[in-house]
């Protein structure tokens, strides 16, 4: 029995992983005729599609890649039982790794931000809720959308530890938060130099470099 979940296991990861590859983001920004690498940060997240096509092409790409990671979640503990979150995380983190780092040379991966909120949403609504109101608040007080990612993304395993039991879940969460950690790193190095760019900085001033942290 344990090889067989074992096995089954395995054999997951690769759709789990594509699922996360799916490039949303991408996709959207070539119906509007724009090559989206070529454009602002150059990233293929939600806040840059915002950024160079408008805020309805942001919705939809914000809405798709919020869903991968709810449908991975999801799937997950239906696949592998709900009494075993400790599997859901996991397949949680492989959806969000697809989407952080997709096919080398193929696909350009994104933060991973707005694909960890669709597994939070699938794990639990009331630490979804405290996350996206700490990411809220903060991106309210600075402006910087790299700043209340990260601190939501470093937020969320803390506020595990008073929900669930299961520490797996804790651990889970860990690894998402250190993947959008490690996808922001540009971000942070321009937060240390002063030169990272507020939301709602003139188009010309984000086209010129990358700008504030993408979701």
Known sequence: MRMTLSLALLLSLVPFYLLGAFPTGKLIARVYGVTLEQHGSGNVGATNVTRVIGKRAGLFTLLGDVGKGWIGMASARFLFGFDHPEVAILFGWIVVAGHCFSIPRVLRGGKGVATALGVLIALSPLLTLYVV????????????VSVASITAACAA?????FLFENDSIFYGLVGIAFLIVLRHYENIIRLIEGREKKWGAKAQEAASSSASGDI
Not at 157 to 161: E, G, K, M, Q
């Open 157 to 161: 395993p803390l506020l595990s530890l």
């Open 133 to 144: 109101t700490i990411f809220v608040t903060v991106a309210t007080l600075t402006k910087i």
